[in-house]
């Protein structure tokens, strides 16, 4: 268990701009910024594959047929319409440390249906201290986001406690692929061609180069399921995609 205490801490002391600010006050300064460019940058960085990720990871998801599901980091609210479309939950609230990732969301939802804009609603709030009920969702969904939260065994237990007992937990976070050739080739794209393209796009280079560094620092595969079990949930399983780039963690509230 020492191994993911320390990977926990290194993590969490790698923050977007430096200084003495907090790693949360970073993260929404750097997410309002990249906020306009932010949905083109997945695209251009990802080759696209950043939609079959999510797919797969809502697959998982909508096989438990949540009524309420809550989208944590969920940024330009992507992750809430995919679930939307695929299972049609009664309620589905996205929050996000960042306003100017919010307004690009609750832009695209001005454009959905009137039962979307029923069911889907966005707030601005802390990963670490949610407003909303114990219990009170079937289903949380956090894509990319954990590596940005300023204690992230506290941020798991947060989402532990608003989910109801059963309830799934499901995480979609970019990882360091295992094989030393890919891992390689992965780790200069990711450090030298990522932050160029970050610059020209968003305009903010230091946004893509914490990502690889973040991406880094961060638990991962079995780590990462030691320290869900660790904040309390069962069943705690990933599986890797794209060569180990991606991975996605599930989990449940017992």
Known sequence: MKETRETRRRVEEITPYGGVSSKGGQVEQMFDAIAPAYDLMNTAMTFGLHRWWRNRALRLVAAEHPKAALDVATGTGDVAFALWRRCRPERIAGMDLSEGMLAVARRKLAGMDKDAQRAISFEQGDSLAMRYGDAEFDAVT?????????????????????????????????????????????????????????????????????????????????????????????????????????????????
Do not use: K
Not at 172 to 187: F, G, H
Not at 232 to 250: H, K, M, N, P, Q
């Open 142 to 254: 956090v894509a990319y986001g954990v590596r940005n939260f300023e204690r992230l065994e506290d941020g798991l237990r947060e989402m532990l406690r608003v989910l109801r007992p059963g309830g799934q937990l499901c995480v979609i976070e970019l990882s360091q692929p295992r094989q030393r050739l890919t891992r390689a080739l992965y780790t200069f794209y990711s450090r030298r061609l990522i932050p160029l393209v970050g610059r020209m796009v968003s305009g903010d280079s230091r946004a893509y180069t914490y990502l690889p560094e973040s991406i880094a620092a961060a638990p991962q595969r079995d780590d990462m399921t030691a320290l869900m079990r660790r904040a309390g949930f069962e069943d705690c399983r990933w599986r890797s995609l794209t060569f180990g780039a991606v991975t996605i963690y599930t989990a449940h509230r017992p």
